[in-house]
C-alpha cells in the first residue's frame, strides 16, 4: 500500500481506503509514525458525512484496501500546516476526533507510572496541586494511556470521559464477581 499512497501524494490523487469494513476517501498529506516508530499511519483529511473535511489518519497495517481515485486533489498549504502541527502535538495515531481538556488526580504511585510509561504519554498543560494535572488530549489517547492506572489516575473531568471510565472499570469487576 506504500507505493499507491505515495503515488496518490505525488499525483494529487485522492484515495480511497477500506478498514474494519468501512471505506472512506481521504486527500492524504504524508505517511508518518508514531511517537515510538512503531507504526505507520497514513495522515490526510477525510470527508466527513457533513461534506466537510476533518483530519483523520490510518494505522496502514489495518488497511485492508486501497484504491486511487484519479479525481485531483491537493491539500491547501494551511491544511498542510494544520496537520502538521497536529503530528506534532497530539502523535500521528491521535488526529482524529476534538481535544478536551481532562483533569486528572493521581496517587503516589500514578505520579510514578505517568513518569515512568513513555508509550503513547499526553504531555500536561498545567500541575495544579494535589497531584493534579490538566491535559489537552482526545478522549482516545486518554483512555489509551490512562485505563490502566486504575485506582492510581482518577479522572476528574469532564464528566463524559470520568463516567466513561467508570462504566468500563464496572464491566471489567463485573467479569471477576
Request: net charge positive; aromatic share 14%.
Amino acid at each position: 500500500y506504500i507505493l499507491a499512497i505515495e503515488d496518490s501524494i505525488r499525483l494529487n490523487y485522492a484515495l480511497s481506503i477500506l478498514t474494519n469494513n468501512t471505506e472512506y476517501e481521504i486527500i492524504p498529506y504524508k505517511i508518518v509514525t508514531d511517537t515510538f516508530n512503531t507504526y505507520h499511519y497514513l495522515a490526510g483529511y477525510i470527508y466527513g458525512k457533513d461534506k466537510n473535511i476533518h483530519p483523520v489518519s490510518f494505522r496502514i497495517s489495518r488497511i485492508s484496501n486501497i484504491k486511487i481515485i484519479r479525481t485531483h486533489k491537493k491539500l491547501t498549504s494551511v491544511q498542510e500546516k494544520e496537520l502538521s502541527d497536529m503530528i506534532i502535538k497530539r502523535g500521528a495515531q491521535f488526529l482524529v476526533k476534538d481535544l478536551a481538556i481532562i483533569k486528572i488526580k493521581f496517587t503516589e504511585a500514578g505520579i510514578k507510572k505517568y513518569n515512568s510509561q513513555l508509550y503513547l504519554r499526553p504531555k500536561y498543560k498545567e500541575i495544579l496541586g494535589n497531584n493534579i494535572y490538566i491535559f489537552e488530549i482526545t478522549e482516545f489517547q486518554a483512555e489509551s494511556y490512562f485505563f490502566k492506572f486504575g485506582k492510581d489516575a482518577e479522572i476528574l473531568s469532564p464528566d463524559n470521559i470520568r463516567n466513561n471510565f467508570i462504566q468500563k472499570y464496572r464491566e471489567a469487576l463485573n467479569i471477576y464477581v
